[in-house]
Every structure is written in structure tokens, then in C-alpha cells.
């Protein structure tokens, strides 16, 4: 079985540009969420959506926002790059409220972005 | 906001030996998670705890959901070369959204063969 995938695996870019990130779940899980983990830190959430709809919403700033598809994808969007967005982002997959244990997330290896 | 005070920060062993590593918090949780992160990898979870007081085992892994709400701790017993990661702390809490996990800083363990 397929675990959660993410794409790009690795990519660069320069401040001021705007970054996408896609994440494809577990297949049966409806909730993806989104953290992102700087270099020496625990991850930190950002985003949690569930049957297409935001759940939840970390302290990140305007230029950071997700959607979620109807086959359960979600795509991470960040604009106006800062050097300090420099991150792995991970995005995690589960149940959601459709059922499992709370808290029970599956990451997928991530996306790191370094940002010149 | 909430933080998680995780420690000890790393630590360097030799195999065979117990790990025992703990995170504390200002505030309480419903729930306590403990995740380990491999170079390259995102974490995966090892174990969870859902009741104050559970003490739950995963093989050599053992963790409890303290008394008070407040904090975790994790014990790994007879260590080996692939114990080697990074561990995390999580907590959740009900009330937020159910993937708003909490993460500590992390405890870096090396094993020596």
C-alpha cells in the first residue's frame, strides 16, 4: 500500500518567489495537514483539512495557504518566499473525523525548500 | 501558545543499555503521542496514549500519559543500532483540530555498537 506521497522532494528558490507543494494521502484517509519543520525543531502545524474544508490553522502568516481536492490531494501554496521559510514541509494524512484515533498521523518524507 | 519541554535534549548510549527520555508541558493534553524521525524521513508514530495515568508498550518502547495531563515520558529498554533517530513529544488536544498536533524539540539519540 501506498503511503502519503509528497512532490517535490527537494527544490530551490529565490526570496520573493512562490512555492507549491502537493501531498497525495493514504487512500481512505479524508484529512491532510501540513507542518512545517525548520532544521533542529519539532514540526509545527500549519494547515488541517478535512472533506475539502480547512479544520484548522496555525500561526503562519497570510502567505501561506492550502486547498484540498476532491480525490483528497491538497497542494500547499506559499508566496513572497523569506529566507526563514527555508523548512521541510511535511504534510500527514488520517482518518480525520471519518474515524481512526486522534492524533494518529502518517507523514510522508516531506518537502525540503531552501529559499536563496 | 502551548510548548512542550522535551528532554533530554540528545543523548549517547551503548547498546543494551535503557533509554528513558521525558516531556513536560504548561498546559494540559487529551492526548500524548511519542514519533520517531529517521534522517530523510518524516516521523512516524510509535506510540499513543489516550487516558490519564495509561502506561501502553510497543515491544521495547513503553510510555505513560501523566497523572496530571501535563506530561509524557518514554522508555526504550535493551537499545540497538536502529533505535537511532530523532524522538518527538506530541500533544493534542480535542478541542483544536484533530491534526493540530504539538511537537517538542526532539531527544537525538545515538547508540554506540
Known amino acids: 500500500d501506498a503511503g502519503v506521497t509528497q512532490s517535490p522532494t527537494h527544490l530551490i528558490k529565490t526570496r520573493g518567489q512562490q512555492v507549491t507543494l502537493r501531498c497525495s494521502p493514504i487512500s481512505g484517509h479524508k484529512s491532510v495537514s501540513w507542518y512545517q519543520q525548520v532544521l533542529g525543531q519539532g514540526p509545527q502545524f500549519i494547515f488541517q483539512?478535512?472533506?475539502?474544508?480547512?479544520?484548522g490553522r496555525g500561526n503562519f502568516p497570510d502567505r501561506f495557504s492550502a486547498r484540498q481536492f476532491p480525490n483528497y490531494s491538497s497542494e500547499l501554496n506559499v508566496n513572497a518566499l523569506l529566507l526563514g521559510d527555508s523548512a521541510l514541509y511535511l504534510c500527514?494524512?488520517?482518518?480525520?473525523?471519518?474515524?481512526?484515533?486522534?492524533?494518529?498521523?502518517?507523514f510522508g518524507e516531506g518537502s525540503r525548500l531552501t529559499v536563496l | 501558545g502551548q510548548q512542550l519541554n522535551q528532554s533530554p535534549q540528545s543523548m549517547f548510549i551503548q547498546e543494551g543499555e535503557d533509554v528513558s527520555m521525558n516531556c513536560t508541558s504548561s498546559s494540559i493534553f487529551n492526548t500524548w503521542l511519542w514519533y520517531k524521525q529517521d534522517p530523510g524521513e518524516g516521523p512516524v508514530l510509535l506510540i499513543a496514549l489516550y487516558k490519564a495515568g495509561e502506561l501502553t508498550s510497543n515491544g521495547r518502547l513503553t510510555a505513560q500519559f501523566g497523572i496530571t495531563r501535563k506530561d509524557s515520558f518514554l522508555n526504550i529498554s535493551a537499545s540497538i543500532p536502529s533505535d537511532v533517530g530523532i524522538y518527538f513529544c506530541a500533544g493534542l488536544n480535542y478541542g483544536g483540530s484533530q491534526g493540530n498536533l504539538i511537537f517538542g524539540k526532539g531527544t537525538k539519540l545515538s547508540v554506540k555498537p
Open positions: 483539512y478535512y472533506e475539502k474544508e480547512e479544520r
Open positions: 500527514a494524512s488520517s482518518f480525520g473525523l471519518a474515524g481512526g484515533n486522534p492524533g494518529e498521523l502518517f
